[in-house]
Nanobody, 122 residues
Framework: VQLQASGGGLVQAGESLSLSCVASGLTFSNYGMGWFRQAPGKEREFVAT????????YYTDSVKGRFTISRDNSKNTVFLELNTLKPEDTAVYYCAARWGGTSKSRYEYVYWGQGTQVTVSS
């Protein structure tokens, strides 16, 4: 199983980025997907999650209304749209997969991508 995240970069506060995560080696439509992030010196934290069909999504409070998680099962891809970025959003963003539904707990995810760096300057 491989999860390949991409789309990170350096932007100014208020700008947007689109992250993608392409999965291979698994039946993607059976898996709930999540995005997590880890800033230097901090623990990895939950950002957003989506169930196998895309019908259920959840977000951490700090990104509600700014970030959108979605998926395209025909392309084995999960997306994270990041809008109105803030310096505190700076982190390495990771995608992860778990069987079935959504979860906010990183311990319930079985497969992880390598991460993509998002840096927001003020």
């Amino acid at each position: 199983v491989q999860l390949q995240a991409s789309g990170g970069g350096l932007v100014q506060a208020g700008e947007s980025l689109s992250l993608s995560c392409v999965a291979s080696g698994l039946t993607f439509s059976n898996y709930g997907m999540g995005w997590f992030r880890q800033a230097p010196g901090k623990e990895r934290e939950f950002v957003a999650t989506i169930n196998w069909s895309g019908g259920n999504t959840y977000y951490t409070d700090s990104v509600k209304g700014r970030f959108t998680i979605s998926r395209d099962n025909s392309k084995n891809t999960v997306f994270l749209e990041l809008n109105t970025l803030k310096p505190e959003d700076t982190a390495v963003y990771y995608c992860a997969a778990r069987w079935g539904g959504t979860s906010k707990s990183r311990y319930e995810y079985v497969y992880w991508g390598q991460g993509t760096q998002v840096t927001v300057s003020s």
